[in-house]
């Protein structure tokens, strides 16, 4: 089998299902991307690691199938690693030819430079999975995209930090659902969870838990798609999920158990409340992260009825911090959080102000926004954190530290140089990469 095309359109398509492509050396061949070319002259590469599987469209592809044998080859597993890289050198309008040889060799020409790889023979490689025998269900991309954007930050990045072995698939999954009406995504690691919901009446689906690998390539491939309308698949025993977008499909074996009984942990009252600005409370815990190399990134937060002070130290590296800015709470009040945490949800929350519900030093705190119950987005926003324990000489060391330093607070010194945070549209990932460089750097 013989096929050309631009290393632009190749390299897109590899690129987009990169994130199915499996590292493990226990079986080769996932590394592997298979191409297929149809009868209509649609051609597509998928790649696979048995839990997702990611198919992608090649535009402008020319081929000329060659008899090998006594049968027509119509499909061509591609070493995808190495071929990105050979891609990635050359401009994209030059052109790329891919020839399939015997014992499993593949000539590849791009622009004067030749090369030879060595490939799998794909009899052995995966099928993709049957949408004939599924449940066909339409979604609005829109909708899903907006949900999954407001609570995927909350899902476990590592599940094997997670100390229950049995809740490790489950918290590093986000939760989709219908019920009285509205459309809900639930994100919770343990520590935070965020809750983001909207009215849908013309959906009806079981509760599924899809892996966080599966959440953001969707969001991926749903970001790049300008379709309005998702096609959707659920097999019969809700094990599979299928999903396509534009010229893109995915699908992602669902996380097996019951999710957590999110409902039960909701406050549904506060015994304090504090109303902060929400970007100026952002940039002071960004401040006050910056310096601290320990795994917790304690912060310790002490409110006032119109003052918010935040203290934080990393006893290994020598550092400590604190920042002050204007609130309007109902009380006094104290708390001690993980700062990556509040970060998170605070770079997650749209809206001016954000409204921070305490029911104690011991059990979960509520972020909302201010504006109102249901955002221009039209979804309803719920955020909770768990504190971390401190003893009583660490508040009584913490609460002495409040008055120490200088008395000019955040929101006046703003107001004297707007540029400090005016142009600050980083995404909460990029801030915790630039916080890891700076540790890095401080050795």
């Known amino acids: 089998m013989q096929f050309t095309c631009s290393c632009t359109n190749l390299h897109h398509a590899l690129a987009r299902i990169a994130p199915a492509i499996s590292q493990k050396f226990v079986l080769p061949i996932l590394s592997s991307a298979r191409f297929d070319l149809e009868s209509t002259g649609r051609a597509t590469l998928t790649a696979t690691d048995l839990d997702l599987t990611l198919i992608a469209e090649v535009e402008g592809v020319t081929t000329d ?9 119509g ?62 269900m339409p979604m609005r991309r829109q909708m899903v995209l907006d949900l999954l954007r407001a609570v995927a930050f909350a899902a476990a990045k590592d599940p094997s930090r997670m100390v229950l072995d049995l809740l490790r698939p489950v918290l590093s999954s986000v939760c989709l659902s219908v019920a009285e009406g509205y459309f809900t995504a639930v994100a919770c690691d343990g520590s935070r969870l965020a809750v983001a919901s909207m009215v849908c009446e013309d959906l009806l689906i079981p509760e599924v838990l899809l892996p966080r690998s599966a959440v953001m390539a969707l969001m991926t491939l749903m970001d790049r798609s300008e379709a309005e309308t998702l096609t959707c698949w659920l097999d019969e025993r809700a094990t599979m999920f299928g999903m396509r977008c534009g010229d893109a499909t995915l699908f992602t074996r669902l996380t097996e158990g019951p999710y957590v009984a999110w409902h039960q942990i909701m406050p549904s009252s506060f015994a304090q409340t504090a109303v902060v600005d929400r970007l100026m409370w952002r940039h002071a815990v960004r401040r006050a992260l910056v310096l601290m190399n320990n795994k917790t990134r304690q912060l310790f937060l002490v409110v006032t ?8 130290e990393d006893v290994m590296a020598g550092t400590t911090s604190r920042q ?13 959080v993980n700062g990556a945490y509040l970060l998170s949800i605070l770079s997650a929350l749209p809206g001016e102000t954000v409204t921070w519900g305490w029911t ?22 719920q955020c909770l954190v768990m504190p971390r324990r401190v003893e009583g000489t660490e508040w009584a060391r913490y609460e002495a530290r409040v008055d120490e330093g200088s008395d000019v607070r955040l929101d006046e010194e703003l107001e004297q140089n707007p540029a400090i945070w005016q142009d600050d549209t980083r995404s909460q990932t990029e801030e915790l990469e630039e916080m890891e460089d700076v540790h890095e750097t401080m050795g």
């Open 65 to 73: 199938l060659t008899l090998l044998g006594e049968s027509v080859a």
């Open 75 to 136: 499909h061509v597993l591609l070493p995808a690693t190495p071929l990105m890289a050979l891609l990635a050198l050359w401009p994209g309008e030059t052109m790329v030819t891919l020839m399939h040889e015997a014992l499993a060799k593949l000539c590849l020409t791009i622009g004067t430079s030749s090369y030879r790889l060595a490939t799998h023979e794909d009899e052995e490689f995966p099928m993709n999975p049957d949408t004939t025998v599924m449940r066909h």
């Open 324 to 336: 002050t800015l204007p609130v309007t709470a109902s009380g006094v009040f104290r708390l001690s």
């Open 305 to 312: 009825s119109d003052m918010m002070t935040i203290i934080g």
């Open 360 to 381: 104690g030093e011991t059990t979960s705190s509520m972020f909302w926004p201010t504006d109102g119950d249901i955002d221009a987005d039209g979804i309803r926003r």
